[in-house]
Every structure is written in structure tokens, then in C-alpha cells.
């Protein structure tokens, strides 16, 4: 008799639980040593602080408590802690340097194969802006996989504002643009295009917004999208360069991520072993200033399964 | 502008959570030495699951998933271990050692300042029945509170069948039963009394029910109830006694723990800096058979947070 767990979530045995432990050890030394204190947030959380964060962040796992106020179960790492900064670090001028282990819970598509239930790894660093913050994050998560065994691992970057002006300059309003966003973060590109053509765009403004999402490689990618974003890149590579990994990086000019409140930079963590992303992160300077004073902050989290099952891949020399 | 989180849970700030981490890892290493390799089961289970187990256990959060099925969050780790090894170990004949640290959530009485999330570490011993295996956890677990760096723990030890038998003895139902069982778990011994009057016992049988609750102390309590809850309890003492810690007990005769699996011996951890119970545990030699394979079985659970505060006033010399 078999007594089944929830689909995506998953038992751990003792042999991959040790390995799992070491991996997050090895991480979690590496964020301590660059200043990133631990912090734990509670796995429930009301739901109205997670919407205060993200309109999406509380769709997930919902319960009632005993007095009818709705609970639900964190989704991401980030926007419990930006609700912990605004509560105990108000007041504090300097940059903070976080960081957590613990596990968020969605409610993902049956059959996607995608976990219900994932240990996050990650950092936030909240008070540096700008190219500087998202380089500090991003070198911190490029040495923390050295520093766990993984050699081969790239940094894909991008800019979260970089399609969303290319659609206000082409007059789109924020509902039509909805539905080509959502295409673009599902990596859907024929779908996209449909979708552009749909709206009767032509000329210049329609082609940027078709071959932009498919710009990917080094540096020469950003001659193609002048403007702000592609300074920001430019500046954050630079920035990875004096750091040493800037090797690591890969331009992505059609990187989406799934929360809605990054701004400017943000990026994703492949590795060539495996199929899937192994995180991200991105800068998220409004997101602070929906709980408390406004400060600009930068963060990545890593999926610690993921990263477990590329160092396997790794090892094998797959 | 405070967001709050929900009653009974809280954030852990940078200072604490290093403590937390290390005490944690300290305990690990202490099972994993003994050979008590960890595992990890989802924070969600299905309700019935956790209610094959305990009636009770599935009595606090609650939800329904996208199919409708309710889901509870996990109250313990003792019965979703219970699950795993009847899915993932039940052709192992050998016994099995597993620990597990991970939070539990229970809903509990408002006002009272207990926590609804708490980290628990603890250890299952499967396969070795009797005081055999009772003796090999509760050793085990002043073992590694004293490699945490604890010096004035104690054991409350007592059996859960005990004041079962006596009632059952006495001609008491098991309708009857419950409320009397209620207050003595509460230590409410007054109001024990009473309802033991109301019940219109007398005699012997009335002099037990009231008294051996109150029963503390060392080996001389045992001989006021002889029987095999004292023959077990004698046995427990005595393999503690080779394990050189013997002097850590303290029997208990009034003890009942909360979750209802528990069979024969039973017992508390305590420490004379703090006024509440650090953990505890107990056999538990039916549970495993309501999933799978019969097997005699022994646990116990720490409460992390309670242990680092027993840390603290120590240190303190309080």
C-alpha cells in the first residue's frame, strides 16, 4: 500500500539529504563570508503582505486561521524579507546584506513536472543601486557554485525594462501588452510574433519587438538595443569584468522573469549539464518601498535541488 | 508601518539564526554519528494521511488543492516518517535509523504564546522494540544536547499506557476516559480529582487515580505501582544506567504526551533554566502497522528554538 504525497512534492532520503546538507552548507559559508547574514522568514504569511508585494506572489497554497484572515504559504524568499526589512530595519542607513535557505511552495500547471514545494537558496542585498548591487549579487552567486564544485555554470542577463519600453515606444497600451509579456516569459516566440502582428504594428517598432527577444550572446548583442538598458548591461558587465566573471556571461535580451517587481537588471543561472534555469534574480528597487522606505535592493535565489542535480550531471562529465 | 505576521510565528534576525544553524548542526552531527541518517518529507501532506496517524493530527491548517483534495501542513514529523518508510523501506528488515529537522505547524490556543511554527530536530529509531530501543533514543538525545553544550538536562520518564490500564482497571469507558486523560495531560491534577469524584469511584481504585499522577521521583516511585508499566520503566532505567546516564531521569508517572500514538514508555526532556518541555518522545510501536508493515518503533523530537533558550540561560547561569 502506497500513501502518496501531493504531486510536486517529494520525500528525501537519507543519502540524497546528505549531499543536499553539504550543498547548502557550502553556500551558505560562501554568504556568510561576503557578509550575508541568515535570516528566516515564516513559511505562512498573510495574504494581503504578499500581495502588497506582487499581485501573483499569494496565488498559490491559501488557508483560513481561526479568525478568517487569509493565510498563504510564501512563494519566494524575497518578498517576506522585504517585509522584514521594513519591520526591523527601517531605520538602518547602511546596506543590508541578507541571506536565506528555506522552502517556497506554488501552485504550478499538473503534468509541468515543476516542484510544488523547492529549497531556495539566495541573498538580498538592500541599499546598493544600480549596475554596482547587481554585479555584487551576481559575482556572489557565480562563486558560491565555484565554491560548491559546479564549473560550467552561466549567468544569462538581461534587462526586465528593456521589452516593456520597446512596447510603450511602439504606443502599446499595458493591456495588449499583457498577453506578448506573458509569450515572452514563456520563451514562446512564434507566439509573440502572432501576437505583434495581431496588434498591426509595422515597420521598425514591429521588428525590435520581434528580433529583440532572440538577441542572445556577448557583448556586441547591446550595439543592436541603444538606450538605457543597454548602458546598464554594458555597466554591470564592466563591473563583472573587474570581479573576474565576466566570462560567465551570456546576454539575454528576451530574459522575463516570473515576479512582477524586478526592474533593470536581472538574470538567470544555467548550467550546461541541465535542461533548466538553477535561479535567478534581478534588482527590484520598488519593491522595499511598498512595505516601508523606499531603498533600492538586488537579489538571486537558487533552486539547491537544481544545483544538487548539476553538480551530479557535472561529476559525470556529462 | 508595521506588516505583521501571523500569531504564533515569527522572523529570526542574522545574531539568532547563527546560533539556531549551529545548534542545529550540532545536533545533526550527534544522530549522524549514532547512525541516524536524515530525510525530508513535504511540509504538505494529504489530510488523511496525517489522520491515519492521528485523529488529531490534521487539526490545524488546512487547504484544498486544485482537485479538491484537502491538504494539511505537516503537525509532527513522527507520522510522515511513519508514511515514508512504509512507501520507500517496507521490505527493510533491518532496523532503521532516521533523524529529520524541519518545522511543524499546529494550530494552537490563542493567547497561550505558543508557537504555531516550530523547528524540530529528532531522531526515529524503526525495528528495535521494547526498552531496548526507548533506552537507545533517550540516550541518544542527552547525548547530543550535551554536545550542544547543555549540562543540567533531565528526563521525564514515564509510560503511556499506565493511567490507561488503571482506568481501564478501575471500570472507567473509554467515554469516561477522555476527559480525565485531557486534564491529566494538561497537569490540570485538580481538576483530575474531581472528575474522578464525579465518576463515583471509591476505594483503591479512586486512591490510584488520584495519586500516581503525582508520582516523581527516582526508582522508589516504581514500587507504588507494580505492573509491567514499572517492569518496562525498570528496564529502561537499568540500559540507561549502562549508557552511564541514568542519573538524567526522572520518573514520572503522571506523564501522558499529546499526540496519541504513543505506546508504553514515554518521556520528556527538560532543563532547570527554562520552565517548559524542550521535547520529548515515546514508543510508538502501532503507528507504523496503520501504513504498512508492522514494526516496534521509538522516536523523540527536540524543539530547536526551546533548546537554544535552554542554551542561553545556562550560559547565563541562571
Known sequence: MIHPVP???????????????????????????????????????????????????????????????????????????ARLVANRYATEPAPLRLCYFAHAYRAVERGSGQAREFLQGGIELIGVGGAEGAAEVIALIVEALSEAGLNRHRIGLGDGMLYRTLLANAGVSDEDAQPLL????????VGLEVRIDRLGLTGSARDALVAVPALRGGREVLAKVPGPAAENLSAVHELLAERGVAD???????????????????????DPAVAFALGGGGRYDELLGRFGPSRPACGAGLDIQRVHVAQIEEERGT
Do not use: K, N
Not at 182 to 189: C, G, K, Y
Not at 261 to 270: A, D, K, Q, S
Open 182 to 189: 506573458e509569450s515572452l516569459w514563456r520563451r514562446d516566440l
Open 248 to 270: 560567465r556571461v551570456i546576454f539575454d535580451l528576451g530574459l522575463l522573469r516570473d515576479l512582477g517587481y524586478y526592474t533593470g537588471t536581472i538574470f538567470e543561472v544555467y
Open 7 to 81: 504531486p510536486g512534492t517529494r520525500d528525501v532520503l537519507p543519502d540524497e539529504m546528505r549531499e543536499l546538507r553539504a550543498l547548502s552548507g557550502s553556500l551558505h559559508a560562501t554568504f556568510d563570508r561576503a557578509g550575508f547574514g541568515e535570516v528566516w522568514t515564516p513559511a505562512l504569511e498573510y495574504e494581503e503582505v504578499l500581495r502588497r508585494g506582487d499581485e501573483r506572489a499569494a496565488a498559490g497554497f491559501r488557508l483560513f486561521d481561526d479568525r478568517g484572515h487569509v493565510l498563504a504559504l510564501r512563494s519566494d524568499a524575497t518578498i517576506p524579507i
